[in-house]
């Protein structure tokens, strides 16, 4: 009887390591990918709560077109251990396509630096796949494409588990490959594969090639299950042209190729995302002029800077990325985050992003990758009145960051320290900053100067003397130039 007992403890034993171990897995999964988000600061030692898992879950089946359940069932673990890419599919934005970043320039070198030393091709079938998988892109842009034997605009590696990039593989099955957005251009497969140039015996390495120089072009992952950017492993038939999300994403980068009309699948799949917040480039309302990035706005109500680059929210509902060019609703370029925007501002000190709408703040930070990521517990609200619905953030940089929300004449400060806003009214702006506007529309900040907004002008103040010129410039002046 003491035998037996001593089994049963040590099956029962099993059982809770196995369950832990799986749990485990889970959440690392989930965090990889981006469902779950990275633990900061105080909290960086806490476990997910069972709601947090199960809502990660949900939008990993939402993304991948799965039952959403909200359970780790048998559908969902297979979806999970299945080949795919190894980069983020980026929280779950469920839009058709996901457009993040460009290179500024058409004509892309590329250069395999280490081929594989495992695959039976030989180096010129290696290289011919990668030709072919750029061709995807440039027959549907005005991308050209060049090998070269310099340093290339696409560097090509082929490494086994940790080769160099924090960013290790896993063994044969599992990560695949993975690529980074411009401007960086590495693009790397994991040597452990069994890499073929049919579909039969192995891993299509042309297939995988088409999908990771889609991300190294600037377009991340799709929800749209029949799109070569979907996360996870397929084959398609010979002689296959692009979806017609892959088209839409790459062109709103890249534009049309000039050499002619291109014809996509004629595909019907299912929308896997019909929630998602449709993309617009363009407002129906009558337009003012050309702005920022060339887009047609009626009123800017926020701006901030990050890295010389800008980001500018527009028409109550939609932010233009300096990085790209694109204009778009502002959840997808801030996920979980609020439809509008009364001010923003970007911290240095602590590397983090606030959006600002009624009494309420969301942070951001900033992925290597280029995505902004929602950091835990937010958002959250601040009770003071005198600041609900913000004119703007102004990031005042003088003997050390201090940033301000100004409504009505008067400004009260964010402690990000402590992220909330000062108890008090606040202090007259006119007080501390001479011959600033009685009412701004929005402000942005850099190093030595922070220049407000008001319709048409922006009005700029050196840090150093806290007086505002009387003289305004034309708006787009005050920001950086786009990108695109």
Known sequence: MKNTGSVCVLVLALIFVGSVCAQSKTEEFLLKYGYLAERSGNNRAENPTPEEIEQAILKFQRFTGLPQTGRLDETTKNKMI????????LGGDLAEFRAVSKWPKNLITWKIRQFSETSKMSHGQQRRAMRKG????????????????????LDIIFGKKNH??????????????????????????????????????????????????GHALGLGHSAEPKSIMAPYYQTFPDGFTL???????????????????????????????????PRSTTTTSPPRGKGFCNHVYRSIDAAMRIDENDFVFVDNGKVIDGRTGQKMA???????????????????????????KDNQVWAYTLSHYGQFRLVKDFPKRFTNKYVQKPECAMLYNFHG???????????????????????????????????IPSRIDAAISSDNKVQFIVKDKA?????????????????NLAFNKCQN
């Open 82 to 89: 299945a080949p795919r890419c190894g980069v983020k599919d």
């Open 134 to 153: 750029l061709k995807r892109w440039a027959d549907v842009t005005p991308l050209q494409f060049r090998e070269t034997s310099g340093k290339p605009t």
């Open 164 to 213: 160099g990039d924090n960013h290790p593989f896993d063994g044969r099955g599992g990560v695949l490959a993975h690529a980074f957005f411009p401007r960086n251009g590495r693009t790397h497969f994991d040597d452990d594969e069994n890499w073929v140039n049919d579909k039969t015996s192995g891993t299509h390495l042309e297939t995988v090639a088409a999908h990771e120089f």
């Open 243 to 277: 979806h017609k999300d892959d088209v839409a994403g790459i062109q709103k980068l890249y534009g049309k190729n000039p050499n002619g009309p291109i014809t996509t699948t004629t595909s019907k799949t299912k929308k896997t995302t019909p929630t998602s917040t």
């Open 330 to 356: 502002i959840q997808n370029l801030f996920y979980d985050g609020p439809n509008t925007v009364h001010a923003a501002v970007y911290s240095k000190d602590f590397s983090k992003a606030y959006l600002f």
């Open 401 to 435: 960051e201090r940033i301000f929300l100004v409504k009505d004449g008067y400004f009260v400060e964010f402690m990000p320290y402590y992220e909330t806003v000062a108890p008090y009214r606040g202090y007259k702006t006119s007080d501390f900053f001479l011959n």
């Open 459 to 475: 009005y700029t103040m050196p840090n150093d003397v806290r007086v505002v010129s009387i003289r305004g410039k034309p708006t």
